[in-house]
Structures are given as C-alpha cells and as structure tokens.
C-alpha cells in the first residue's frame, strides 16, 4: 500500500480543517482529530519496550503510563506525545485495514511517520517559521543552525528529529544539507 506524500498531505489538511475547536498548531488539535475518527485515547500499563499500542479491533491506542520515565530526555515528554499520537492518527487514517488484518509492516510505519510529519508540520507553516525561512536562505554554522532547528521544534511543540522528517518529505532538506546531521 502506497499514498504519494501529496495526498498525505490532502488528507492532513482535510482532517484539520474538520476540527472544531481553536488550536494554533496542529498539535493542540490532536486528541480532537483522533477523537473525530471514532477511537480513544488511554493510559495504561505497556511492555517497557513499547511507548503506545494502537488497537484497531477496539479502536483504542493506549499510551505508556510509564512514558516519561522511558524516555532519555524526560523533559521532552510533551513533545515525543504529540509525535506518536501523530503517527497513530497516520496508522488510523492509512493503515487500520492492514493493522486488522495483521498486515503492518515497515511500508505502513514510513506512511504512519509521513502522516505525522504533515500533520504536525503543515508545509505552509513551516515555510512560514522564520528559523525555517532563515535556515533554508542562508548558510549559518551548525551551532547557529540547530538553535533554529531548536526553535521551530519547540513552536510546533515536537522532538527536532520531528522538525528534520519534515523538512525531508517537503524536499527541503537533503542528503548533502548541513542542518541534516545537526538534528540526527
């Protein structure tokens, strides 16, 4: 199963513009979006190797109780829920038929992760981040560069790798980018 990015892309700003209540950046709209698709969501008791379980059958994802104590930078918790309830989302919008049919595999998550990165960074938002639009003019040294990295990361309120995936997808950084090995 396969989406061209560009449909992602459709489908995220479908879902956004179907929510009702104000948010200023697609991660404050998440719990409503999934909540609009008919599922829930809970804290629970995981594996300690697993973060959140989505079940589809149920139409449930449940979120580690533990999940800040997992985590190597607790202080990021926030951030790193907004990236996994995104990716669920992209799971329930692209992939419940093969999670039901215990079909998910590495194809389904690259489109969960697409997903995630074009609902939480919306392309014309990001272009719009002026550490974003700065970053993409200039060439600042790798301190100054990952400061921004940092700044657009903590406005949309995800984990910089989040800010990198992004920024992949939309074709705006690239293998030879100097800010790509900066949030790796």
């Not at 990361?153 to 790509?180: K, W």
Request: one cysteine or more; proline letters at 5%; a negative charge.
């Amino acid at each position: 199963m396969s989406f061209p990015f560009s449909q992602i892309q459709e489908d995220c700003l479908w879902v956004l513009s179907q929510l009702q209540g104000p948010w200023k950046i697609p991660a404050d709209a998440l719990y409503e979006a999934i909540a609009q698709q008919g599922w829930r969501i809970r804290l629970g008791s995981l594996p300690a190797e697993l973060f959140c379980a989505c079940d589809a059958w149920k139409q449930t994802i449940t979120i580690s109780i533990q999940l800040q104590e997992q985590l190597n930078c607790p202080h990021l918790h926030r951030e790193v829920l907004h990236w996994l309830l995104a990716v669920e989302l992209g799971n329930i919008r692209l992939n419940s038929m093969a999670i039901l049919e215990g079909k998910q595999d590495l194809a389904c998550e690259r489109l969960a992760t697409d997903y995630a990165s074009a609902f939480l960074l919306p392309e014309e938002a990001l272009r719009a981040h002026p550490d974003v639009a700065y970053l993409l003019a200039s060439q600042p040294l790798p301190r100054e560069s990952w400061q921004r990295m940092c700044r657009v990361a903590e406005h949309f309120r995800v984990p910089v790798r989040c800010v990198q995936v992004a920024l992949e997808c939309y074709g705006l950084l690239t293998e030879n980018s100097r800010f790509r090995e900066l949030a790796a």
